[in-house]
């Protein structure tokens, strides 16, 4: 059942998209602007629906489909449009295919359904650890639910990306890291260089939780004594498993680690493997002490302010005491100051000497290249003219030999 449903579900979403596809091509020659302003398949064929014509869109309350922001920006569309008048006949037909595009997706949230319940109670373990969908798929691949149960974890974390193994098998390059489980949720959660690494351990975690799924018993069949466990207790063993994925996770990303056997983001974990928050309580607030405005922790009221009082009369030498002192700190630090400036320029023309005697340097040694250079080539024109002369000699006492003979 599981197989066909998910077939049946693929199957529904590129035929939904076909059909909603032709369906803003077919209504766009009558009203172009529509397909800007709504973007949800669904919407628009509620919206064909409801108003037919484009002129009747004004006299149309469309508050059951689109919000009222939606809605009059469709209105004020209307009135302006440059699309094309149809018949009747053709609005017909645009219906009917708007009206299939409506009936596939009620059934396509209905089947949805149907395949969440029955993962739910077939596998809860690997539902709770990748999903009603991931997990659905894995087992439409792998031909049931046994099938897959006596597959190792390997085979699990590459499980339909069998082209792109053998072609690395081939070609001797690297394996995939992952195939379907791609998709779940917790390798989604993970950045790029920690997925495979995460798939690996969701791998491992799905075998033994599809073990579990396909080789207990649940309750004993036919006797009536054993009590059939609840949901919650089926997928216990695979929620415990999601947390410890998810802590390795965190651990991996260098995020704060929380308390074990609980869900890092504080959070209790459903029996679907969804997080359910914690229940919500009101904390009492602090109240606001008056009496604590100007005054120390320690000290009452009056004293603070007998306190107060003496130390402004004793606050007047002490200024006199202190502005000398700050005079003399201002004159040692101004010395200070300009003893440092006076040591920064000393090293400023410091390095500004050691620069003019590299340049010198380096002038002197370019000279020197080029004077090599010059006495290079003098020495390269005179072998050059060495050479010359003797093949001169050479042709003409070869002249002479032959001349002798030909005598």
């Known amino acids: ?38 973007n949800d398949n669904v919407a628009y064929a509620r919206v064909i629906l409801k108003i037919g014509f ?14 009222e922001e939606i809605e009059g920006a469709i209105k004020a569309a209307a009135e302006i449009s440059m699309g094309t008048d149809i018949t009747d006949e053709d609005l017909d037909n645009i219906r009917a295919l708007a009206e299939q595009v409506v009936e596939f ?14 993962m739910q109670a077939i596998a809860p373990n690997l539902t709770a650890l990748v999903g009603d969908l991931v997990g659905a798929r894995l087992i439409a691949h792998a031909g049931s639910l046994i099938k897959l149960a006596k597959s190792p974890a390997s085979t699990i974390q590459i499980l339909g990306a069998e082209k792109a193994l053998f072609r690395a098998l081939k070609t001797k390059h690297d394996t995939p890291k992952y195939g379907l489980i791609y998709h779940a949720s917790l390798v989604g959660q993970a950045t790029g260089k920690n997925k495979g690494k995460i798939a690996r351990m969701l791998a491992t975690k799905a075998a033994l939780g599809l073990r579990v799924d396909s080789l207990s018993e649940w309750g004993v069949e ?23 994925i998810e802590r390795r996770l965190r651990s991996l990303e260098g ?21 359910q928050p914690g229940k919500w309580s009101l904390n009492e607030a602090r109240k606001y002490n008056p009496d604590a405005d100007g005054i120390s922790a320690d000290a009452p009221a009056a004293a603070a302010a007998e306190d107060e ?20 700190s201002d004159e ?69 030999k032959k001349h002798r003979k030909s005598e």
């Open 1 to 38: 059942m599981i197989i066909q449903a998910i077939a049946l579900l693929d199957d529904l979403d590129k035929e939904l998209n076909t059909y909603a596809m032709r369906v803003k091509e077919w209504y766009g020659w009558h009203f172009p602007e529509m397909a800007k302003i709504i």
């Open 54 to 67: 484009r002129s009747n869109a004004s006299n149309t309350d469309l508050s059951e489909v689109l919000p």
């Open 105 to 118: 997706t009620e059934y396509r949230s209905q089947l949805s359904g149907y395949l969440s319940t029955r």
């Open 222 to 244: 036919g006797e009536g004594t054993g009590v059939e466990p609840t949901d919650e207790e089926k997928a216990a063993m695979s929620n415990m498993n999601r947390i410890k």
């Open 255 to 275: 995020k704060p680690l929380g308390p074990r056997g609980v869900n890092p983001n504080g959070v209790a974990i459903g029996p679907n493997g969804q997080s």
């Open 309 to 328: 009082d003496v130390s402004m009369a004793d606050a007047k030498p002490s200024k006199l005491i202190q502005e000398v002192e700050d005079e003399d």
């Open 332 to 400: 040692d630090s101004s010395e200070d100051d300009e003893t440092a400036k006076a040591a920064a320029k000393a090293a400023k023309a410091a390095k500004k000497a050691d620069k003019a005697a590299k340049k010198a340097a380096k002038a002197a040694e370019k000279e020197k290249k080029e004077k090599r250079k010059s006495a290079g080539d003098a020495d390269g024109s005179k072998k050059k003219r060495k050479r010359d002369d003797d093949e001169e000699k050479s042709e003409k006492k070869d002249k002479k």
